[in-house]
């Protein structure tokens, strides 16, 4: 079709960028809450740390759905296209966050809260599983080999945006609220808000075509793969372990950074919700920044370099960390979140390229999707918990430390064993 051809890449990446943002915002929107409300409403009788770890636990349903939502969009965005899954991926993430701002609590409804919980985070968890690939591929197949790091790295810009949104409007709303208004009702509004971002999202991105790569493919091969995801794991076994071992400390990492962080500020250092709302705001606008930047660096001297320097950076810088975090300091408790968050990007920043150039077109979507989606029932999903309940039976956070760094060990390793990508054409990829 000619018209894929016609889209511009800026309205491609600003189509990827933007619908990552919203589905980001609702999946943090998630954490964030869990981490500060969730337990006081859904799980009101345990105590504060218990409450929250039960909070985490719902939260942690929606990775273990990710990578069954990244192996079914896969599957038909091999098939059928990258474009309409994006679209589906979008008006479910929307629908299920507008419900859970709509959902009553404990003392309203019993049991049937937390239920209700879990059901709707399993749907955000499926529906951003399918998210990322197909918005990375819709830049990486668009953008030009020699920049490709710099394009797809926009959707991974989405993340921290989506973050800087969500904890903007909690913060908004936390600050200007009394503590009792804020469980009661106004943690609510970002979630309700989501209706009105999905609306936006949608529209923008019917704009844009589908990729001109993914419709050459199709012509050559001319019947799709039928089974892409067994594909994967038959032609590109070690791609996929490379992928994932490139996850590992990146996912651990960022959900320490963004989430347990709330909790460990709140509950165990005593410092004000406003405070590790407004770090986090600060943090996440940094990367923002950062992750172009980096992506670009990763485009001169290679993706390896670029994603092990942050890997192994962040694995020493996690034993400063809550040390930081517990000064009472509050220029270094954000201090410590940008150092963290910025590390952080010198994987995520490249890791889009990196991921997408590991895999040929036909089966790309399937193959980066499992990739990337593999690690979140043990890592990402988990990393809240495994700290909580460390910090909580040793009484320390040297054990959590300890914890980052071996994941932030295995990624450093994964992306030294990797091949260098950069620069490589996608089309030539078999």
């Given at each position: 079709?000619?018209?894929?051809?016609?889209?511009?890449?800026?309205?491609?990446?600003?189509?990827?960028?933007?619908?990552?943002?919203?589905?980001?915002?609702?999946?943090?929107?998630?954490?964030?809450?869990?981490?500060?409300?969730?337990?006081?409403?859904?799980?009101?009788?345990?105590?504060?740390?218990?409450?929250?770890?039960?909070a985490f636990a719902t939260y942690s349903v929606g990775f273990v759905a990710r990578p069954l939502g990244g192996i079914v969009f896969g599957h038909y965005g091999d098939r059928i296209g990258r474009k309409k899954?994006?679209?589906?991926?979008?008006?479910?993430?929307?629908?299920a966050t507008l419900l859970i701002g709509l959902l009553p609590g404990y003392h309203s409804i019993g049991i049937w809260a937390p239920i209700g919980l879990i059901v709707l985070r399993v749907v955000q968890g499926f529906a951003v599983g399918g998210e990322w690939g197909g918005a990375v591929l819709m830049a990486a197949e668009y953008g030009?080999?020699?920049?490709?790091?710099?394009?797809?790295?926009?959707?991974?810009?989405?993340?921290?945006?989506?973050?800087?949104?969500?904890?903007?409007?909690?913060?908004?709303?936390?600050?200007?609220?009394?503590?009792?208004?804020f469980i009661a009702w106004g943690w609510r509004v970002p979630f309700l808000l989501s209706a009105v971002l999905v609306a936006v999202g949608w529209y923008?991105?019917?704009?844009v075509a589908e990729t001109p790569m993914f419709e050459a493919a199709m012509a050559e091969a001319e019947v799709p793969p039928k089974l892409p995801a067994i594909e994967v794991f038959r032609e590109r076994p070690r791609a996929v372990l490379l992928g994932a071992g490139l996850r590992v400390g990146e996912n651990i990492g960022y959900y320490i950074l963004t989430v347990f962080s709330l909790t460990f500020l709140v509950d165990v250092a005593s410092e004000s919700r406003s405070l590790a709302l407004d770090a986090l705001l600060i943090g996440a606008a940094v990367q923002?920044?950062?992750?172009?930047?980096?992506?670009?660096?990763?485009?001169?001297?290679?993706?390896?370099s670029v994603y092990a320097f942050g890997a192994f950076g962040l694995g020493i810088f996690s034993f400063l960390f809550f040390p930081m975090l517990a000064s009472g300091n509050d220029a270094l408790i954000i201090l410590a979140i940008v150092i963290?968050?910025?590390?952080?990007?010198?994987?995520?920043?490249?890791?889009?390229?990196?991921?997408?150039?590991?895999?040929?077109?036909r089966i790309r979507y399937s193959g980066v999707s499992i990739a990337y989606q593999l690690t979140s029932i043990f890592a990402g999903s988990l990393a809240p918990i495994i700290a909580l309940w460390l910090y909580k039976d040793l009484g320390s956070s040297?054990?959590?430390?300890?914890?980052?760094?071996?994941?932030?060990?295995?990624?450093?390793?994964?992306?030294l064993l990797a091949r260098e990508t950069k620069g490589v054409e996608l089309g030539d990829i078999r």
């Open positions: 079709m000619a018209t894929s051809r016609k889209t511009p890449l800026r309205r491609v990446i600003a189509a990827s960028l933007i619908g990552t943002t919203i589905e980001w915002y609702d999946f943090f929107l998630y954490g964030s809450a869990a981490a500060l409300v969730f337990n006081k409403l859904f799980f009101p009788s345990f105590d504060p740390l218990v409450g929250t770890l039960l899954l994006l679209m589906w991926s979008l008006v479910m993430m929307g629908l030009d080999s020699r920049r490709r790091g710099y394009w797809a790295s926009w959707p991974q810009a989405g993340v921290p945006l989506g973050s800087l949104l969500s904890a903007g409007i909690l913060a908004l709303m936390a600050g200007f609220q009394s503590e009792a208004d923008i991105r019917n704009r923002f920044v950062a992750i172009p930047l980096l992506a670009t660096l990763s485009d001169r001297i290679g993706r390896r963290g968050l910025v590390l952080h990007a010198s994987m995520y920043a490249p890791q889009a390229a990196f991921i997408t150039e590991l895999f040929p077109t040297v054990p959590v430390s300890i914890y980052v760094a071996i994941a932030c060990t295995i990624s450093g390793v994964s992306a």
